[in-house]
């Protein structure tokens, strides 16, 4: 599978952001994908930032981005989103999207995870 992120850009604090990512090269239907949001600030680990089971039904959320950020998908369109409102300068980092084939939003290590979008950039100034 073949994931491609997009949505980034240079917002200022108290703004929102919807970041898409979009799955191609599919050998299985995407509906059998969890999928999550991690993030990666210059010089800190990569962390899950939302996770969303394979229906949609189940999510989950660093808790700093609890009440903040919404994961949804669209299994008919192979999408994945991150809406991002509220926006704090901590928030800046490069964001990624990760499908895992019969995963759970319990998996929340980046090695969990089978493919990995490119990245997207968002930067939030004060």
């Known amino acids: 599978v073949q994931l491609q992120a997009s949505g980034g850009g240079l917002v200022q604090a108290g703004d929102s952001l919807r970041l898409s990512c979009t799955a191609s090269e599919l050998t299985f239907y995407f509906g059998i994908y969890a999928m999550a949001w991690f993030r990666q600030a210059p010089g800190k680990e990569r962390e899950a930032v939302a996770v969303?089971?394979?229906?949609?039904?189940?999510?989950r959320y660093l808790d700093s981005v609890k009440g903040r950020f919404t994961i949804s998908r669209d299994n008919a369109k192979n999408t994945v989103y991150l809406q991002m409102n509220i926006l704090k300068p901590e928030d800046t980092a490069v964001y990624y999207c990760?499908?895992?084939?019969?995963?759970?939003?319990?998996?929340?290590?980046?090695?969990?995870?089978?493919?990995w979008g490119q990245g997207t950039q968002v930067t939030v100034s004060s």
């Open positions: 969303i089971s394979d229906t949609g039904i189940s999510t």
């Open positions: 990760a499908a895992n084939k019969f995963g759970t939003v319990s998996m929340r290590e980046p090695a969990d995870y089978e493919a």
